[in-house]
């Protein structure tokens, strides 16, 4: 049997008998042990991952060079606090996030408050969380940000979200780098030069630099080089109207991980370098002096160390139409593929070596026909109740999307490390479910 389509990512294996293994670990015996639906993920891959920007962006930048973990891809307690011990700052973009990552003890000096619209009260909640620095999105904010700040007798540290006007050529939903974005301020308008003015004027504010993100599962280094040219001639023109340095340029997360085999293997480290190297010929060309450079990663820290397990509970044929495989989970624990048509790799975990002859759509248990975790998988065709299935690189955007539609209980998170395993996050309970219920 060959298994090349199979095993996307390097912590995906098969034994001889056909037992999807994950980080080492047999996942039919993870199913038994903790229950199924079950998130399942690779603590190792995670800091892999989280140790490749960390390293390579000092190895470009020394000093200067910081990554931060984009958390909403994947928020609970656990981990910030491998965030924290692997020495990443974190972006957070609510108040539930600050709040997991303050009660983890992650050091909100390193964490950067970003979303597009923060009210008054997520902004008092900030300041007394300590939270590092402010991604302000426009100049309201800003000016709320200020006026509460000053108040409070501080003066908070704030980057300015930039929209470059860079397509990256991936979905619509997720490109966010365009002018007519809904976040940030667009150069091209004369909007971010105002919005800088802006902020060099308040009392309130300290104006440390520049962010930008111009969206997500990018595979191409010459998007963010793209991105790179664009936000270092805006630096030069702040210093020229306004002589402002900037100390920091955050040029975004959004590198892209592979779902299925016909998607590229990107070397994250090599591409790094390509985008450090063509940002310190610019920066010496425009002559203006280097500032600190972060990157911003979620999904490419934590969507392989992601792995679902769900049992199927039937499997539907409607002869001459289409075949179902109906899971124990749904758009529940995974609403990407109804949200945005994300393809994923789908196994039968504890029968790698059957051979895989009947075309199903792997659909959940919500009361929604759009409720599809995959269309068009390849499966036994002798799949039945009991069987397990396997999703894999679910760790981004899976949890953290989750919710409870039909009253479903979300998964527990089990993280996998040296051929152990515990509990990060417990499985909701039906008590859970109507804990908030008057
Ligand atoms: C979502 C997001 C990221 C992370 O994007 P990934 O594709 O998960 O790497 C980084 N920065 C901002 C501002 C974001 O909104």
Redesign the pocket.
Known sequence: MDFSKDLICENVTATADGRLHFAGQDTVALAEQYGTPLYLMDEDRIRNRARVYRDTLRECFGDKGHALY?S??CSFKRMYAIMAEEGLGV?V?SCGEMATAYKAGFPMERAYF?SNNKTDGDIEYALDCGVGCFVVDHPEELTAISTIAARRGIVQPVMLRITPGIDCHTYEAVA?GKVDSKFGSAIVTGDAARITRQALDLSGVKLEGFHC?IG??VFDASVYIATVDVMVDFLKEMQDAFGYTTEKLDI????GVRYVAADPVIDIAASIREVAEYMKKKVAEVGISMPHVYM?????IVADAGMTLYTVGAVKRIEGYKNYVSVDGGMSDNPRFALYGSEYTVLPAARMGAPRDMIADVVGRCCESGDIIQPDVPMPADMKRGDLVAVLTTG?YNYSMASNYNRIPRPPVVMLRDGESYLAVRRETLDDIVSLDE
């Open positions: 984009a909403k891809a972006d973009v970003h966010t993100h997500s599962q975004g997360g959004g590198f911003e990663p979620g999904r490419s981004a």
